[in-house]
């Protein structure tokens, strides 16, 4: 089973080794040299954007505006108005850096890739400022394997269940916000297995006390690109799955909502 559109993106993406088309030759397709892999079932990993979705900007997430419909014009139309930040989206290196890659020139075969989920859910639940480590990427490494180049490494904290609670933000008294991410260390160190992306199930690369965000200045002048609130982290394995990063396409983007899917 495959979502429309996506094979064609899957097999882009070969040149990155993770999946390729099959081999015009004989014997079945599971035989030959670069076949593709199956996969039984579709995760959504987007949240869906309302105007009340938690961001840093105190404006509303999304407004719309109608300017056609059914009745009156022969079809529905609205005009959107959002920051490019906002709900399940993408952080392009532009965002960093002001001669980086806005999202409309990413590399397609970037945006699909293996998907590493390394959960922290647990140590998250009682410390909201825990961030995932390079001793956690070392313990994950121990129990599955070496992170594999050019994958998307994702942390799993179990806050996409907070998205429509104050407690997404966690902000305290004086507006610091508290929630997990990546520490600087376990970011530079997926920038050593070379690593394309990151992903949070948070609202920031960044954890949420963070006011310099070197994650985001570490990673995206590098020319990766990081996903932030993302959704259903905890309903995939460690290993095995792969991402398709639906990104946005618009021109000199710093970013832009995302529908982000896994097939595993």
């Not at 989920?117 to 990427?137: E, G, S």
């Given at each position: ?31 030959r040299p670069g076949a593709l892999r199956s ?42 108005h959002l920051i490019e930040h906002t709900g ?177």
């Amino acid at each position: 089973m495959c979502v429309p559109g996506c094979l064609e993106a899957i097999v882009r993406g070969s040149r990155r080794g993770l999946l390729a088309p099959p081999e015009p030759t004989g014997g079945r397709p599971s035989d030959r040299p670069g076949a593709l892999r199956s996969f039984s079932r579709v995760v959504d990993l987007t949240h869906a954007v309302g105007p009340d979705f938690p961001s840093f900007d105190p404006r509303p997430s999304l407004i719309t505006e109608t300017v056609a419909t059914l009745r009156r014009d022969g079809y529905n139309m609205r005009r959107w108005h959002l920051i490019e930040h906002t709900g399940t989206h993408l952080d392009a290196p532009i965002h960093y850096a002001d001669d980086g890659t806005s999202a409309d020139c990413l590399e397609i075969e970037d945006l699909v890739a293996p998907l590493v989920v390394v959960d922290i859910a647990a140590r998250a639940q009682d410390n909201p400022d825990t961030q995932l480590t390079p001793d956690d990427l070392l313990a994950f490494e121990v129990a599955h394997g070496p992170i594999p180049a050019h994958s998307c490494v994702a942390m799993c904290s179990g806050w996409d269940r907070l998205v429509t609670s104050p407690r997404f933000c966690n902000a305290d008294e004086q507006g610091l916000m508290h929630f997990p991410s990546f520490h600087p260390d376990a970011a530079a160190l997926l920038i050593e297995r070379d690593v394309r992306g990151l992903a949070v199930d948070t609202l920031s690369l960044d954890h949420g006390v963070s006011r310099d965000f070197p994650t985001h200045r570490a990673r995206l002048p590098t020319g990766r690109w990081g996903l932030e609130a993302v959704a259903n982290l905890g309903a995939l394995p460690p290993v095995g799955a792969t991402i398709v990063v639906g990104g946005p396409k618009i021109e000199g983007a710093t970013g832009g909502p995302a529908r982000v899917l896994a097939l595993v």
